[in-house]
């Protein structure tokens, strides 16, 4: 899960990403706080972001001017589901939170209803029966296409006395593929 605060101030800052990389994460101008403003409105220990798994909270460690949430000042720990917009002091943030996507379970599928998928359809449902059609297929193809007469020496026709070049039709590939497998 991925936090952050997106800085909404006008000036050089805004826009500024701050990750919250702790579980938990103090706001205020104490040396231990992990966001160390420069402004006298912010107290010393002034909120801090918990990060406790499924739940993101605020809560203001006692502050005089307040911690607030989409304008509210907040009295107790307060959910951050991200969106919303945090004010700490004259300080105004975005929360965003990225969480990761559900892991989905597999469903448990029975070895027949497994097989009753696989033979759904008109389509050959293994890699040997689409082979065969397929040759089938080309086969029949090639058988119903007249053979072109010899040229008479002109065009692409082999020379004389040269051996004729050997053209492989497609049915011919289908056919041995085909033979390839049946022999496994």
Do not use: W, Y
């Not at 998928?117 to 086969?139: F, I, K, N, W, Y």
């Amino acid at each position: 899960m991925k936090v952050q605060l997106i800085v909404q101030n006008d000036g050089p800052m805004k826009g500024k990403v701050v990750p919250i990389t702790v579980r938990e994460f103090t706001i205020g101008r104490d040396p231990s706080c992990q966001l160390k403003p420069g402004s006298d409105a912010v107290a010393a220990k002034h909120c801090m972001i918990r990060v406790a798994l499924p739940d993101i909270t605020v809560e203001d460690l006692g502050s005089t001017t307040g911690t607030m949430v989409n304008g509210q000042k907040i009295a107790a720990k307060t959910v951050l589901k991200g969106g919303e917009k945090l004010s700490v002091g004259p300080l105004h943030f975005q929360v965003v939170v990225e969480r990761p996507a559900p892991i989905r379970k597999p469903t448990e599928t029975s070895d027949d209803d497994a097989a009753a998928m696989l033979m759904d359809g008109d389509e050959p449902s293994t890699p040997a029966t689409r082979s065969e059609a397929a040759a089938a297929s080309a086969v029949q193809d090639n058988q119903e296409k007249p053979k072109p007469a010899a040229s008479g020496g002109h065009g692409n026709a082999p020379a004389a006395g040269a051996a004729p070049e050997e053209k492989k039709s497609s049915a011919d590939a289908a056919r041995s593929l085909l033979d390839k497998f049946k022999k496994r």
